[in-house]
C-alpha cells in the first residue's frame, strides 16, 4: 500500500507515462483532478516497475474499459500476476499492489464535511467493489493519509498487516 500526497505532482511525471495517459491527463481541465490522475498513474507505474524490475515508463498498463473499451477503465497489468487499484481524493493519491495476485481494492476518501462514519461506510462500499464484491475479502481500515481522509482497503488476500508506505521518495524528483 503506497500514498503520496498531492504536491509530489510535476509535469517531469508526464514522461513515465504512455501516450493514453498523457492524452487523458492533456484532456482533463480542473488542475486538482489532472494532477491526482497524474500522480496516480505515475505512482502506480513507479511501484509497478519496482516490483516487476522495469523503468516505470516500460510498463504495460491496460486501461480499456470492459464496458466500452475506452481508456478509462481499471488499470491491468497483462502478462503478470500483479494486481493494483488506484484511488485519489483530496490530496492524496493511493495505490495498492498484490504481487501474487488475487483480488484487491483501495479507497481514498477526503472527509470533508461529512460526518466521518458515513465516508468510511462508502469507503468500504467503493474497495470491495473495486475487489470485485462478493464473499471472502477482508478490509482493512488503515491510518489516515491526510488529516480529514480515510483510506480503505479490501483484499482476498487475508495477511494480518498492511504495510503503508510514503512513496514520495520512489517518485521520479523534479528536475526544475
Ligand atoms: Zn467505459
Same mark, same amino acid.
Do not use: Y
Given at each position: 500500500?503506497? &500514498?503520496?500526497?498531492?504536491?509530489? !505532482? ?17 484532456? &482533463?481541465? /480542473?488542475? +486538482?483532478? @489532472? ?6 498513474? !505515475?505512482?502506480?507505474? #513507479? ?8 523503468? +516505470?515508463? !516500460? ?10 473499451? @475506452? %481508456? ?8 503478470? =500476476?500483479?494486481?493494483? =487499484? ?9 495505490? /495498492?499492489?498484490? $504481487? ?16 466521518? $462514519?458515513?465516508?468510511?461506510? %462508502? ?11 462478493? $464473499?471472502?475479502?477482508?478490509?482493512? @481500515? *488503515?491510518?489516515? $493519509? ?11 488476500? /487475508?495477511?494480518? #498487516? ?5 512513496? /514520495?521518495? *520512489? ?6
Amino acid at each position: 500500500m503506497f &500514498t503520496v500526497g498531492l504536491t509530489m !505532482a510535476h509535469v517531469g511525471l508526464l514522461d513515465v507515462l504512455d501516450h493514453h495517459e498523457r492524452q487523458r491527463a492533456a484532456s &482533463t481541465v /480542473a488542475e +486538482a483532478d @489532472r494532477a491526482r490522475f497524474l500522480l496516480g498513474a !505515475a505512482l502506480l507505474r #513507479t511501484v509497478a516497475g519496482a516490483m516487476l524490475d522495469l523503468p +516505470a515508463e !516500460a510498463v504495460t498498463v491496460d486501461r480499456a474499459c470492459s464496458h466500452c473499451g @475506452r %481508456w478509462h477503465g481499471r488499470p491491468t497489468l497483462p502478462g503478470t =500476476s500483479l494486481e493494483m =487499484s488506484v484511488s485519489h481524493s483530496g490530496t492524496v493519491v493511493a495505490v /495498492a499492489a498484490l $504481487p501474487g495476485g488475487g483480488r484487491v481494492g483501495v479507497d481514498v476518501e477526503r472527509t470533508g464535511d461529512r460526518p466521518v $462514519p458515513e465516508v468510511v461506510a %462508502w469507503t468500504i462500499a467503493e474497495a470491495q467493489f473495486k475487489a470485485g464484491g462478493g $464473499p471472502g475479502l477482508t478490509l482493512h @481500515r *488503515l491510518p489516515p $493519509p491526510a488529516p480529514r481522509h480515510v483510506l480503505t482497503l479490501a483484499t482476498n488476500q /487475508a495477511s494480518a #498487516t498492511v504495510e503503508v508506505v510514503n512513496a /514520495a521518495t *520512489l517518485l521520479p524528483p523534479a528536475t526544475s
